[in-house]
């Protein structure tokens, strides 16, 4: 125990490191909320894509998994992200599609009107005041 503390050096540790796995974890809220507006704003903006589409599941650069597509084998999933040749083959998975594909079985169920008059204007689904009719594919 120091003369600047009643706590113990071990204490002390657990604090800071609490401290820190708290701080990662407020740090990955924060690019999550900025990535999902981006994604967001992708897709009013284009209209329909995967960006836009409840199967889809992304938390990286413009790419992500499409659960409509169903399970493929782990070479399609490769294939999937642009690799014709790997050492390597996952187990088998989800495809990957880029955030401005559009396929098919697009959806869209989710009530947009439930959110921030605020965030909507910035992704901009505002027009005139009020909330745009869902996107179509262009």
Do not use: N
Not at 13 to 18: F, G, M, N
Not at 20 to 48: H, I, L, N, S
Request: proline fraction near 6%; charge should be neutral.
């Amino acid at each position: 125990m120091s003369r600047f503390t009643r706590f113990s050096a071990d204490e002390i540790e657990r604090r800071r490191l609490a401290s820190v796995a708290e701080m990662k974890a407020r740090d990955r809220a924060e690019f999550d909320r900025r990535y999902q507006e981006a994604c967001d704003t992708e897709y009013w903006r284009y209209g329909q894509c995967c960006a836009g589409c409840d199967h889809w599941r992304s938390d990286m650069g413009w790419s992500g998994q499409c659960a409509a597509a169903g399970i493929v084998s782990g070479k399609d999933v490769m294939q999937s992200i642009g690799a014709i040749w790997s050492s390597y083959t996952p187990p088998p998975g989800l495809p990957y599609t880029r955030q401005d594909f559009h396929c098919g079985k697009f959806i869209d169920t989710f009530d947009w009107s439930t959110l921030d008059p605020d965030y909507l204007t910035r992704i901009g689904a505002v027009r005139d005041g009020s909330l745009r009719p869902k996107p179509t594919h262009p």
